[in-house]
């Protein structure tokens, strides 16, 4: 079975700071791996998809990285701002079933 | 593409009572989620059809609790008697294939 573990739970940044969200899991037979970002009483909005076969993936300021064979991926959000404020979610698709697992989330607070 | 819509995007119910919540995913995606996602964790998977047939259910998708997918379109989760345990955001999201899911904004449920 799948399990997912991202650290830290929490994080309070200064505006500016660059930070760097981390998320490990167990079962290294993942199609691709996916970073979510949910705001309060909201659905998931993804932000990246790195497929198994890719090292990292950028959009904007955001970089995450995947090491399928230890089982991590990072997630850099440089120059942070306050409507970064969010919880991350990490989610490897794949394993042995078609779905993807998710952690408990880094819930991210970027301070003005 | 209008992305996953999700339908009531709240209910209240008292215990014992019946609720149907729907999801219409993006068109021709093949590949529809339903997840389950209480306060201060991450999104459990519940089931997931592939056209419209029910590939996989999780061990959490008690007898009390049906999804169909007629036609390989909407979906809809029924929850019989329900419990205050049951009291949770109900996440649907669809995908083509093995790539990246799209999430709705989900349906809060209440349990009084």
């Known amino acids: 079975k799948q399990e997912v573990t991202q650290i830290p739970a929490a994080l309070s940044v200064p505006e500016g700071e660059n930070l760097v969200l981390n998320c490990s899991f167990t079962d290294s037979a993942i199609y691709n791996l996916q970073w979510f970002r949910q705001d309060p009483g909201k659905g998931l909005t993804s932000l990246l998809l790195i497929q198994s076969s890719q090292r990292e993936q950028t959009s904007g300021r955001l970089n995450a990285s995947l090491d399928k064979s230890s089982g991590r991926s990072t997630l850099y959000i440089a120059a942070s701002q306050p409507g970064d404020s969010a919880t991350y979610l990490c989610a490897p698709y794949g394993g042995s079933n078609y779905k993807l697992t998710f952690g408990k989330g880094t819930l991210l607070t970027v301070n003005p | 593409d209008t992305g996953v819509s999700q339908d009531p995007r709240h209910k209240i119910t008292k215990r014992g009572q019946n609720v149907t919540f729907r999801c219409d995913p993006i068109?021709?995606?093949?590949?529809l989620y339903w997840y389950r996602q209480t306060l201060g964790q991450g999104p459990e998977f519940l089931t997931y059809f592939q056209n419209e047939a029910q590939l996989e259910k999780s061990r959490l998708l008690s007898d009390r609790f049906s999804a169909e997918r007629p036609k390989g379109s909407f979906s809809t989760l029924e929850i019989q008697r329900t419990e205050q345990g049951d009291s949770a955001m109900y996440l649907c999201?669809?995908?083509?294939?093995?790539?990246?899911?799209?999430f709705g904004s989900g349906t809060q449920l209440s349990v009084l």
């Open positions: 999201a669809s995908s083509q294939s093995r790539e990246k899911l799209f």
């Open positions: 068109s021709e995606h093949n590949r």
